[in-house]
Nanobody, 124 residues
Framework: QLQVVESGGGSVPAGGSLRLSCMVS?????????VAWFRRNPGMPREGVAV????????LYDKSVNGRFTISQDNAKNTVYLQMNSLKPEDTALYYC????????????????WGQGTQVTVSS
């Protein structure tokens, strides 16, 4: 089993920055290939924000955050980060980190392991 734990959420004014952290630990027989960030607002499905290939350089961003958010990793710490700059009120959501083995996409169906989420609130 893999364990996924997020941290770093909070409240900031519009234009501010936050950095989220995601630690992935454990092992289920297959090295996880991809770690992604998703977000969700009440009553809405989770939407993909960014994904990174573990140990590699491949990244993919949703167009709504491209140029403002950066996903990165520290393999020595088994941690993936999401640096969020120029935050907007519409970025307000519960942010989830997820790990998967299959494909580095922004489709939530490709991810088997999820954290509990960390709240990000951006005020106008």
């Amino acid at each position: 089993q893999l364990q996924v734990v997020e941290s770093g959420g909070g409240s900031v004014p519009a234009g501010g920055s936050l950095r989220l952290s995601c630690m992935v630990s454990g092992y289920d027989g297959t090295p996880h290939r991809c770690v992604a960030w998703f977000r969700r607002n009440p009553g809405m499905p989770r939407e993909g924000v960014a994904v990174i290939r573990v140990g590699g350089t491949y990244t993919l961003y949703d167009k709504s955050v491209n140029g403002r958010f950066t996903i990165s990793q520290d393999n020595a710490k088994n941690t993936v980060y999401l640096q969020m700059n120029s935050l907007k009120p519409e970025d307000t959501a519960l942010y989830y980190c997820a790990a998967g083995h299959i494909s580095c996409t922004l489709d939530r169906n490709y991810f088997s392991y999820w954290g509990q989420g960390t709240q990000v609130t951006v005020s106008s």
